[in-house]
């Protein structure tokens, strides 16, 4: 090891490593689905995982769930629709294509639709992660595959 590397030492606090293991948790949840593919309709498995969520909520919190309003469940409706659906039409992608590219596609448009929606641009960050895309995706073109690709 070089003597310039010896002095370099990374600090992160709880905080970022919570955040550091959740993105690998999040990572990894591209390449179950993309496996799971080869086993299940797409709306299927959407379908199981909502299940398998609501279960699992209704049974640790379900004195919070007898407290809750229609207004509240008209609400969430629309919201709960959306979100299925996206994870629907997202499953059914992955069909197609591989999980890491599902992964960066779903992470370049999240910033996109913050704009789009809360009327908020993205910072410099955000778009230089963002204009990045096009390094990869040249590799993307039908019958071409990443080497890295799951």
């Not at 299925?84 to 996109?112: D, K, N």
């Not at 410099?124 to 080497?147: D, E, N, V």
Request: aromatic share 14%.
């Amino acid at each position: 090891m070089s003597d310039a590397l010896r002095g370099l030492s990374v600090r992160l606090t709880r905080q970022e490593l919570v955040l550091l293991f959740t993105t690998m948790v999040w990572g990894g949840t591209f390449l179950v689905v993309h496996r799971a593919m080869q086993h299940s309709d797409p709306f299927f498995f959407v379908g199981l995982r909502f299940a398998t969520a609501a279960l699992l909520l209704a049974l640790f919190f379900r004195r919070y769930l007898a407290a809750i309003s229609w207004l509240e469940i008209k609400a969430g409706t629309p919201i709960g629709l959306s979100i299925a659906g996206r994870y629907g039409l997202q499953t059914w992608g992955m069909q197609t294509i591989s999980s890491s590219q599902s992964a960066f596609l779903t992470a370049l448009y999240v910033p996109l639709l913050q704009w789009l929606f809360l009327r908020c641009p993205p910072g410099l960050m955000s778009w230089l992660a963002a204009s990045c895309w096009r390094l990869p995706a040249c590799c993307w073109w039908p019958g071409r595959r990443m080497a890295a690709s799951a």
